[in-house]
């Protein structure tokens, strides 16, 4: 005889259903889904910045985007993504707003365990100190720079409802630095 096979969900969707794991609920099953796009999304950026040295992703307006490649706090692997900037003092000014999510991004905890970070800006890849602002510094930072410049980020402030992080860049003094052209 042949063993009967268990079903992954019952009418009232208790266990689960086809195609969507036990104890998950439809809303969580599409906030996975919508981490999975914006997963693959980050990856296609990373790829589409190496490939075109960030020619693709350059506007004449501020905010401009980098590549930052961080070692994972957890994993110590090498961590890339994009990341929109200002310049100031001689360094880039990064700030983690997640689109308005309650917790700082991956990108920027892993930035503030790491200390240091290579940053690529179009066909120039460098080695970086990180900085992060706290206090007054990083208010002043984020009233008179970012928020001056890049007047959209409010709103992802108001949604997160916590302290936006800031950062400064700074390439690393007598690096070699790799310009490509």
């Given at each position: 005889m042949r063993a009967q096979r268990k079903r992954s969900g019952c009418a009232d969707g208790c266990h689960g259903s086809p195609g969507r794991p036990v104890g998950q609920s439809g809303?969580?099953?599409s906030m996975s889904l919508r981490g999975l796009f914006r997963r693959a999304g980050a990856r296609m950026g990373v790829w589409s910045y190496r490939r075109t040295k960030g020619r693709a992703m350059t506007s004449r307006s501020a905010p401009r985007v980098l590549l930052l490649t961080t070692p994972g706090r957890r994993s110590g692997e090498p961590r890339s993504t994009c990341v929109a900037f200002l310049e100031s003092d001689g360094?880039?000014?990064v700030w983690g707003t997640a689109s308005g999510a309650r917790r700082d991004p991956h990108w920027f905890r892993n930035l503030r365990a790491a200390g240091r970070t290579e940053v690529q800006v179009l066909g120039?890849?460098?080695p970086a100190t990180v900085h992060e602002y706290v206090?007054?510094?990083r208010d002043a930072v984020w009233n008179d720079l970012i928020t001056?410049?890049?007047?959209?980020?409010?709103?992802?402030?108001?949604k997160a409802a916590r302290t936006i992080p800031v950062a400064i860049l700074r390439p690393v003094p007598d690096s070699n630095d790799q310009s490509g052209t």
């Amino acid at each position: 005889m042949r063993a009967q096979r268990k079903r992954s969900g019952c009418a009232d969707g208790c266990h689960g259903s086809p195609g969507r794991p036990v104890g998950q609920s439809g809303r969580e099953a599409s906030m996975s889904l919508r981490g999975l796009f914006r997963r693959a999304g980050a990856r296609m950026g990373v790829w589409s910045y190496r490939r075109t040295k960030g020619r693709a992703m350059t506007s004449r307006s501020a905010p401009r985007v980098l590549l930052l490649t961080t070692p994972g706090r957890r994993s110590g692997e090498p961590r890339s993504t994009c990341v929109a900037f200002l310049e100031s003092d001689g360094g880039y000014i990064v700030w983690g707003t997640a689109s308005g999510a309650r917790r700082d991004p991956h990108w920027f905890r892993n930035l503030r365990a790491a200390g240091r970070t290579e940053v690529q800006v179009l066909g120039r890849t460098f080695p970086a100190t990180v900085h992060e602002y706290v206090g007054a510094q990083r208010d002043a930072v984020w009233n008179d720079l970012i928020t001056a410049r890049v007047p959209s980020v409010r709103r992802y402030a108001r949604k997160a409802a916590r302290t936006i992080p800031v950062a400064i860049l700074r390439p690393v003094p007598d690096s070699n630095d790799q310009s490509g052209t």
